[in-house]
T-cell receptor, first 114, second 115 residues
């Protein structure tokens, strides 16, 4: 079955540390890739997206992600986190060959300590 | 556009009662998704529609759950009868699939508590 895997369940960091969250998807042909963020008590908001072209995409709030097709990966990075980055992060995939189903990973909770 | 609108924002009901959650997608969007979020299971896709037609309802947990989309601007998720384990936050999302790819936009969610 087509699926999305996030490597880390909970990450704890200090401010100014670098962040990298792993995401892998199962093979399924052409995909659209997304990272969403959910701040405490809020709904999901888009951080960044990849459809085609440059595999390194930049999003809001200093986040970026790299699509590596050979590894079926779309890892999220931020060079220097802030306390306000404390949130849950979700990787998501639309498999264009599977009725455009939008599937999410289990999420990674990121806690940034001041 | 006001975005995806869900109602109510909070619902508290007694076990056995019928609950109806509502969603108004962004105008022009042809895909609508219903998700359930809990601490234990994370974000689960329950069902999604394309042009008002259900495409995949394999995520619907039981026959107690049903969803409809009578027109392009409205969808409901109904639980009858409700049980305490249905307590969760239910999100609706919509997107458009056309010549230009887009992301899904989420509503604020409905927090359901079944006591």
């Amino acid at each position: 079955a087509q699926s999305v895997s996030q490597h880390n369940h909970h990450v704890i960091l200090s401010e100014a540390a670098s962040l990298e969250l792993g995401c892998n998807y199962s093979y399924g042909g052409t995909v659209n890739l997304f990272w969403y963020v959910q701040y405490p008590g809020q709904h999901l908001q888009l951080l960044l997206k990849y459809f085609s072209g440059d595999p390194l995409v930049k999003g809001i709030k200093g986040f970026e992600a790299e699509f590596i097709k050979s590894k079926f990966s779309f890892n999220l990075r931020k060079p220097s986190v802030q306390w306000s980055d404390t949130a849950e992060y979700f990787c998501a995939v639309i498999y264009l060959s599977n009725d455009y189903k939008l599937s999410f990973g289990a999420g990674t909770t990121v806690t940034v300590r001041a | 556009d006001a975005g995806v609108i869900q109602s109510p924002r909070h619902e508290v009901t007694e076990m056995g009662q019928e609950v109806t959650l509502r969603c108004k997608p962004i105008s022009g969007h042809d895909y609508l998704f219903w998700y359930r979020q809990t601490m234990m299971r994370g974000l689960e896709l329950l069902i999604y529609f394309n042009n008002n037609v259900p495409i995949d309802d394999s995520g619907m947990p039981e026959d107690r759950f049903s969803a409809k989309m009578p027109n392009a601007s409205f969808s409901t998720l109904k639980i009858q009868p409700s049980e305490p384990r249905d307590s969760a936050v239910y999100f609706c999302a919509s997107r458009i699939q056309g010549l230009v790819n887009t992301e899904a936009f989420f509503g604020q969610g409905t927090r359901l508590t079944v006591v």
